[in-house]
């Protein structure tokens, strides 16, 4: 029980990353102090989505995942949560 919330938690904070990286500009433009932030954040998904590279909390949402009796996913966050959602079957 604890795994799949602790892997809850982490697609949670994946998520909330995703949608600081997309629209943390905004919020900085409110509050500059957040550029320092958007900054490092928006060139880290920028090289994790364009580079082909795989995020570091999608293995351990994975391994949290088999810990809790479930099965892990391959690919990616985007391609297994975002993407159907954008384009549904």
Known sequence: MWYRLAA????????AFIIFVV?????????RWLAWLHL????WGTLIEFAGWICPLTPIENELRVRAGGVGYGGGFIEHYLVPIIYPT
């Open 40 to 43: 490092p954040a928006a060139i």
């Open 23 to 31: 629209c943390g500009a905004f919020l900085a433009w409110r509050w």
């Open 8 to 15: 809850d938690a982490v697609v949670s904070v994946h998520l």
